[in-house]
């Protein structure tokens, strides 16, 4: 392969924050291979407008053409530099995990008491229903709190 530079632009130089870096690879067969440099700059353009219109800030991107490429086609390659997603993914994740973590715990601590109950109907229970669950929760929290010192 013989990558050659096509396009390289740098813009909004005194952006800080953070940036998401995208390469990618994409291959122009006949019959649009006559013009393709212009095809495949085209389709480089429809990108950065599409992550124009997300709201990221575009930075850089660049465009090279393999020389190599077979007869039958054209292979170029795409790297493009972005401000990250708008989106606190890790918040947005945490958060999701903190309450499907709750909703786990509830469930336990909900078939817990119904055990512990059908056990009292039963005359073999030795503990009420709602200290057992406390105690699962605590049990739990022990395990929580033990893994993140480790």
Same mark, same amino acid.
């Given at each position: 392969?013989?990558?050659? !530079?096509? %396009?390289?632009?740098?813009?909004?130089?005194?952006?800080?924050?953070?940036?998401? /870096?995208?390469?990618?690879?994409?291959?122009?067969?006949?019959?649009?291979?006559?013009? #393709?440099?212009?095809?495949?700059?085209? #389709?480089?353009?429809?990108?950065?407008?599409?992550? $124009?219109?997300?709201?990221?800030?575009? !930075?850089?991107? $660049?465009? @090279?053409?393999?020389?190599? #490429?077979?007869? @039958?086609?054209?292979?170029?390659? +795409?790297?493009?530099?972005?401000?990250? #997603?708008?989106?606190? @993914?890790?918040?947005?994740?945490?958060?999701?995990?903190?309450? !499907?973590?709750?909703?786990?715990?509830?469930?336990?601590?909900?078939? %817990?008491?119904?055990?512990? $109950?059908?056990? +009292? /109907?039963?005359?073999? +229970?030795?503990?009420?229903?709602?200290?057992?669950?406390?105690? +699962?929760l605590a049990i739990f929290g022990l395990v929580?709190?033990? $893994?993140r010192r480790a």
């Amino acid at each position: 392969m013989s990558w050659e !530079l096509l %396009v390289n632009e740098k813009l909004n130089q005194g952006y800080e924050g953070k940036a998401e /870096e995208c390469s990618y690879t994409f291959t122009v067969n006949l019959p649009e291979q006559i013009g #393709s440099a212009i095809l495949a700059q085209h #389709s480089l353009a429809a990108h950065i407008e599409e992550l $124009r219109k997300e709201g990221s800030v575009v !930075l850089e991107y $660049r465009l @090279w053409e393999d020389k190599m #490429s077979g007869t @039958w086609s054209t292979d170029y390659q +795409a790297e493009v530099v972005a401000s990250s #997603s708008p989106l606190f @993914w890790a918040v947005i994740i945490v958060g999701v995990m903190v309450i !499907l973590g709750l909703l786990v715990t509830n469930q336990v601590i909900k078939n %817990v008491q119904e055990t512990v $109950r059908y056990l +009292a /109907e039963e005359g073999k +229970a030795l503990i009420p229903p709602i200290t057992v669950g406390m105690l +699962a929760l605590a049990i739990f929290g022990l395990v929580i709190l033990t $893994r993140r010192r480790a």
